[in-house]
């Protein structure tokens, strides 16, 4: 039985993945040339023609069972995934999807960075879309690994003279 989560961000800084149960998933499309095998130790699946983009209820949604081959079965809410997942899931589809351009490569690539987080790794590519994957993958990862960092002012006091402006500059290094 494949379980989906619908993704929506919340202006927040930290994302959380909000589901709906109950609701029959709705296929937007295949994205061609984006195949793989996925698996982990224990088990495989072919994805060769590509991966589906899929809808619950009028939402994006993102499959977190990818060796459950169709579009039946139930659906997940955010209490159903281990805390410890919660968060790391909520970052990918928030910088993969949420803030993305929304195209097939962004869909894809959140697609794969969340079965990887599950555990499932992309064993052999069909398609095109896993020579684009590891940067695509490097850009989303790079923006996940910056989430929780501040931007560095300084320790200075500054005063702004009303109708001026005053620019800072972040001296923070990395």
Known sequence: MPFFLVATSLFTNAPMIKAQEFYKPTTLGLIRGAGAKIGNPSDY????????????????????????????????????????????????????????????????????MIWEKLGYSPMEWYGDFGQRYSALKAREQSKINNHNKRPDFGSGTYEVDLGTTLTLNDTRSD
Do not use: M, R
């Open 45 to 112: 699946v072919f994805w060769k023609d590509g991966v589906h983009k899929i809808s619950v209820d009028g939402k994006i949604a993102f499959c977190i069972e990818p060796t459950t081959l169709g579009l039946g079965g139930s659906y997940s809410n955010h209490e159903d995934i281990p805390i410890l997942l919660q968060k790391p899931l909520s970052l990918i589809v928030y910088y993969g999807w949420d803030t993305s351009s929304k195209t097939n490569d962004d869909y894809a690539t959140t697609q794969y």
